[in-house]
């Protein structure tokens, strides 16, 4: 190794065996170091950059890895919480049960979720914002095709759908995240969006319909591959919207 190429052990080294006030650094022949290892001249080492990022590479990787484990650990409590919510709802499901079925102790979990309110917000929270960036967005945009709408607003649910149907099955879920409100105005909203300010009652109805049943399409049948039903529920659902009514 040169003497312009050091490491902060070395460097730390020759400091303390050179007993010389810190005034006369500057002056002596030691390589300042500073936050990088420089050569003598002051400039950084093609050798020391390399070093460098080497170990901070090292030093990062544990960190990284440990942010992994803890992102992945919790998708699995996300998985395992919604499926345990669906099956028995949101009030009969137990921190001891998702542990259980996790094979994790309770502190484990509690670790990652201090509180139940706090898995069933974090499972649940992500969708209601995402349909309420929808309805703002939709909102705001130029009138768009009801195909368009429609198609979006499955998509939407599709993403969401474990999340929606332990919403639609125990709707308690929405006290949880604030959001008791939230399917009036979901309704009001998509009503609005499909037929304007001036829609009769018979549009309210249909749009009410229409965005329910798509919604259900995209959480109930999952032995259906996606593009199938994503086009079938969408032409279906254009066909409720302009079908003439007997009279």
Not at 167 to 181: F, I, M, Q, T
């Amino acid at each position: 190794m040169s003497h312009g190429d050091i490491t902060p052990i070395t460097f730390a080294r020759r400091l303390c065996q050179s007993n010389l006030p810190l005034s006369q650094l500057s002056t002596d022949g030691l390589v300042s170091y500073r936050l990088y290892r420089m050569s003598p001249c002051g400039r950084i080492s093609g050798a020391s950059r390399m070093r460098d990022r080497e170990e901070r590479m090292e030093l990062e990787q544990p960190q990284r890895r440990r942010d992994g484990r803890v992102r992945d650990t919790r998708q699995r409590i996300h998985g395992i919480a919604l499926e345990l919510f669906v099956s028995q709802g949101f009030a009969n499901t137990t921190m001891q049960d998702i542990a259980d079925r996790l094979g994790l102790t309770k502190a484990a979990l509690y670790y990652h979720f201090p509180t139940k309110h706090d898995l069933i917000r974090s499972v649940l929270q992500p969708g209601i914002d995402d349909v309420e960036r929808f309805l703002s967005e939709m909102s705001a945009e130029a009138p768009s095709s009801q195909r368009e709408i429609l198609e979006r607003f499955f998509d939407l649910n599709y993403a969401h759908r474990m999340a929606f149907l332990a919403l639609s099955l125990d709707p308690s879920g929405l006290a949880e995240v604030d959001a008791e409100n939230w399917i009036p105005r979901l309704a009001s909203t998509f009503q609005l969006l499909l037929f304007g300010a001036d829609a009769t009652n018979e549009q309210r109805i249909r749009a009410v319909i229409v965005a329910n049943g798509l919604s259900r399409c995209a959480t109930l049948f999952t032995d259906i591959p996606h593009d199938e039903l994503r086009a079938t529920a969408v032409n279906v659902a254009l066909q409720t919207l302009s079908a003439d009514l007997p009279r």
